[in-house]
T-cell receptor
Framework: NAGVTQTPKFQVLKTGQSMTLQCAQD?????MSWYRQDPGMGLRLIHY???????DQGEVPNGYNVSRSTTEDFPLRLLSAAPSQTSVYFC????????????FGEGSRLTVL | TQLLEQSPQFLSIQEGENLTVYCNSS?????LQWYRQEPGEGPVLLVT?????EVKKLKRLTFQFGDARKDSSLHITAAQPGDTGLYLC??????????FGTGTSLTVIP
């Protein structure tokens, strides 16, 4: 069972560089989301999608871009990396939102120098 | 905006002790979930509560959803080292978003 797969697990960037964090799920979930986790702040929602072709902003969307061309994939793009984007990023999917269980990937640790 | 506040932020107890973690908000949620996260991994769901006043038990863990659906608590009886981890509450509403709490880091000392 693959579940939610994130790549890469670790990445170091220089300020101003761009990159894409990949997320794929094989559970046919319509809902997918990206969170960042920082010490003492829990998980904060960056962007989410309720189905292919539909995306929306979460709590902290600035500096990030997403697209959802298929049900399976939900990549997160950092347009011009900044040190404030140093964090651990989690992708999560769910069959539905209100009472659905979120299934998380293992996380991607990003450091921006 | 942090909609869910958890307390305490850190908790270190001896094996066998009881503890309670609180999750509070000024917002009403249609459901509330508790997750546990271990180092280097993503959070894993423990329970979902949907009805105000609802109480659910999972072995030594007891979860309660407040009557007004704004708060929740997690009580662990006779804590064991395997309970060590980061506990996160998360609320959802009709806005297609899950809002996570600030987290409680629990360490159970053998």
């Amino acid at each position: 069972n693959a579940g939610v797969t994130q790549t890469p697990k670790f990445q170091v960037l220089k300020t101003g560089q761009s990159m894409t964090l990949q997320c794929a799920q094989d559970m046919n979930h319509e809902y997918m989301s990206w969170y960042r986790q920082d010490p003492g702040m829990g998980l904060r929602l960056i962007h989410y999608s309720v189905g292919a072709g539909i995306t929306d902003q979460g709590e902290v969307p600035n500096g990030y871009n997403v697209s959802r061309s298929t049900t399976e994939d939900f990549p997160l793009r950092l347009l011009s990396a900044a040190p404030s984007q140093t964090s651990v990023y989690f992708c999560a999917s769910s069959i539905w939102v209100n009472t659905g269980e979120l299934f998380f990937g293992e996380g991607s640790r990003l450091t921006v120098l | 905006t942090q909609l869910l506040e958890q307390s305490p932020q850190f908790l270190s107890i001896q094996e066998g002790e009881n503890l309670t973690v609180y999750c509070n908000s000024s917002s009403v949620f249609s459901s509330l979930q508790w997750y546990r996260q271990e180092p280097g991994e993503g959070p894993v769901l423990l329970v979902t509560v949907v009805t105000g006043g609802e109480v659910k038990k999972l072995k030594r863990l007891t979860f309660q959803f407040g009557d007004a659906r704004k708060d929740s608590s997690l009580h662990i009886t006779a804590a064991q080292p395997g309970d060590t981890g980061l506990y996160l509450c998360a609320g959802s509403n009709t806005g297609n978003q899950f809002y996570f709490g600030t987290g409680t880091s629990l360490t159970v000392i053998p």
